[in-house]
T-cell receptor, first 114, second 111 residues
Framework: EADIYQTPRYLVIGTGKKITLECSQT?????MYWYQQDPGMELHLIHY???????EKGDLSSESTVSRIRTEHFPLTLESARPSHTSQYLC?????????????FGPGTRLTVL | QKEVEQDPGPLSVPEGAIVSLNCTYS??????FMWYRQYSRKGPELLMY????GNKEDGRFTAQVDKSSKYISLFIRDSQPSDSATYLC???????????FGTGTRLTVIP
């Protein structure tokens, strides 16, 4: 069973604050992802990582940044939150080996910026 | 044009009904097809996974892929209130990590 955790689950914060959304997985997966999900819209990939010290931007432009210092940890940071950043942020991971395996998702962080 | 099209619904059915959920896509290179189930306030959960064309069955769930029509389906037999969720289709090409998602179909099964 997939064990991938996100904290906080819900966050309401004022404009201009710096925030970090945490994502951790205990499966030893090399690949990790951050998606943004808005109501009625498809999930959009904003960042991904193939392993430690590897980070790439996804197909949706985002002002957030990520880091991957440890295999199990993939935090996302917004230096100065704005109302346009209000969204659901989903973290996912996937093992490296084999073609026939897919991404497992965490429960998500629902961010509201006032 | 979106890579993946999915009717957002909402779809309401009585308990015990057969549910059919569908997605169409435009990229003929997609080879891996997935269905995720997402309950309210939760992350997506992988439900079904299919490689290339054909059918796959798992309990009450059947996934079908018709690559010639660029059309995938998820059938739910004997639907239960616990099946009430949003169902997302997703797909990717061989060797790629990027998943392309549909917008999701919200399903409600009425007791």
């Amino acid at each position: 069973e997939a064990d991938i955790y996100q904290t906080p689950r819900y966050l309401v914060i004022g404009t201009g604050k710096k925030i970090t959304l945490e994502c951790s997985q205990t499966m030893g997966h090399d690949k990790m992802y951050w998606y943004q999900q808005d109501p009625g819209m498809e999930l959009h990939l904003i960042h991904y990582s193939y392993g430690v010290n590897s980070t790439e931007k996804g197909d949706l432009s985002s002002e957030s940044t990520v880091s991957r210092i440890r295999t199990e940890h993939f935090p996302l940071t917004l230096e100065s939150a704005r109302p346009s950043h209000t969204s659901q942020y989903l973290c996912a991971s996937k093992s490296h080996g084999g073609e026939h395996n897919e991404q497992f998702f965490g429960p998500g962080t629902r961010l509201t910026v006032l | 044009q979106k890579e993946v099209e999915q009717d957002p619904g909402p779809l309401s059915v009585p308990e015990g009904a057969i549910v059919s959920l569908n997605c169409t896509y435009s990229n003929s290179a997609f080879q891996y097809f997935m269905w995720y189930r997402q309950y309210s306030r939760k992350g997506p959960e992988l439900l079904m996974y299919t490689y290339s064309s054909g059918n796959k069955e798992d309990g009450r769930f059947t996934a079908q892929v018709d690559k010639s029509s660029k059309y995938i389906s998820l059938f739910i037999r004997d639907s239960q209130p616990s099946d009430s969720a949003t169902y997302l289709c997703a797909m990717r090409v061989t060797g790629a990590n990027n998943l392309f998602f549909g917008t999701g179909t919200r399903l409600t099964v009425i007791p």
